[in-house]
């Protein structure tokens, strides 16, 4: 019998259970663990925020997954230890015969003095039912979406969240405008100029002011503070800072770039039999940027690892490579969406292309969640 041990039951760490468990032997133990109950899709944050669709529509508790054989340990890792593909948890310490890390990133709005105290945090799942109070509260003024770091994880997501945030309060009759900063040069460079400028027009045209540039280093009370100037808001939803996970930095997974680097196709570690896949990883692509974080890429790479594995215990060959193929959904407001896809790994540029506002993808985006669940989750 032999053991894998799975770090985390986001997309990349659920999707590698799921395979491993088709590939491996029936007494192959495979154990996932997560501090989390439940699995969600990131994107279910902005439709409750908005009162589109609720939380619990979109969750799944992790523990289902053991009717499928899959053991689930709800528990905090306290350490790692790659070397000996072990990790330490609330309850002891467990050894396997390969490791997969897929903690993901970690929010860190500590970083920018006075988030936690005025900004909305749009990614924190747990502080989103006080966020919703205090978005139907509003009555009016200055909003503003903003982007406190990169990388960040759904690079196309604050976008979206104005788009529809504009559309919610304008739909109230509220007296209102509109402002997004982000610290980089233009909303999505992963996408030229070219697609920037199409974001940047949808936004222009919901009179959503977009500030470029913009690195933001303090919030106090109706002001943001950036290394040049300052901006004035009645209402700040914020996107904080992400690092990765401190328990990987401390076992020396993450390198001098702050994130776990990996072998690009394989996912491979520095250490023997560990992995680490999603969005703790920088996987650099042909142009100098880097692999966006979004759950699609965790999920396709969680597969590539989990049929590595399992050709290592069988001790076969395998031909399973990430591809660097993806793509995400942006919500434009009135029932549509564009899609953002490409070759994100070829060469000697990523190919990256923009779609057409189409209803169609919207039905898409809500279609890309209850298929996953459905796969992962059962009925």
Wanted: proline share 6%; glycine share 10%; net charge negative.
């Amino acid at each position: 019998m032999r053991r894998v041990l799975i770090l985390g039951g986001g997309f990349g760490g659920v999707s590698a259970a799921h395979v491993l468990r088709q590939e491996l032997a029936e007494d192959d133990e495979i154990i996932l663990i997560d501090r989390r109950e439940y699995f969600s899709v990131g994107f279910r944050k902005t439709w409750a925020l908005l009162g589109i669709s609720p939380f619990a529509d979109g969750q799944r508790p992790l523990k289902s997954l053991e009717r499928q054989g899959i053991s689930v340990m709800r528990e905090t890792i306290t350490k790692i230890d790659p070397a000996a593909k072990a990790v330490e948890v609330d309850h002891g310490r467990i050894e396997a015969d390969a490791m997969i890390v897929a903690l993901g990133s970690q929010l860190a709005p500590g970083l920018i003095p006075g988030f936690e105290e005025h900004a909305l945090n749009a990614y924190d799942a747990a502080t989103i039912p006080e966020a919703k109070q205090r978005l139907d509260a509003f009555e009016g003024g200055i909003v503003v979406v903003g982007i406190f770091g990169v990388p960040y994880s759904c690079p196309p997501a604050p976008y979206e969240i104005a788009i529809l945030l504009q559309e919610h309060f304008a739909a109230r009759g509220l007296d209102f405008s509109m402002q997004a900063f982000t610290p980089l040069p233009m909303s999505l460079p992963i996408l030229g100029d070219a697609g920037c400028e199409v974001i940047e027009g949808y936004l222009a045209k919901k009179e959503i002011r977009l500030h470029p540039n913009r690195k933001a280093l303090r919030v106090t009370a109706g002001e943001i503070h950036f290394t040049t100037g300052r901006m004035s808001y009645d209402l700040l939803l914020g996107i904080p800072p992400h690092r990765c996970p401190q328990v990987v930095v401390e076992a020396g997974l993450a390198k001098e770039s702050g994130w776990v680097e990996v072998d690009s196709r394989s996912l491979e570690t520095s250490f023997d039999d560990v992995y680490a896949i999603g969005d703790l990883t920088t996987i650099p692509l042909a142009n100098g940027k880097r692999l966006p974080k979004a759950g699609v890429f965790a999920e396709a790479q969680g597969e590539v690892v989990a049929k590595l594995i399992a050709a290592g215990f069988n001790n076969s060959e395998s031909t399973a490579r990430f591809e660097g193929l993806g793509a995400c959904f942006l919500e434009i407001g009135n029932g549509e969406a564009l899609l953002v896809e490409g070759d994100f790994l070829a060469e000697p540029a990523p190919l990256v292309s923009l779609t057409e506002a189409s209803s169609t993808y919207a039905d898409e985006k809500f279609s890309f969640e209850s298929e996953r669940l459905l796969k992962w989750f059962g009925k």
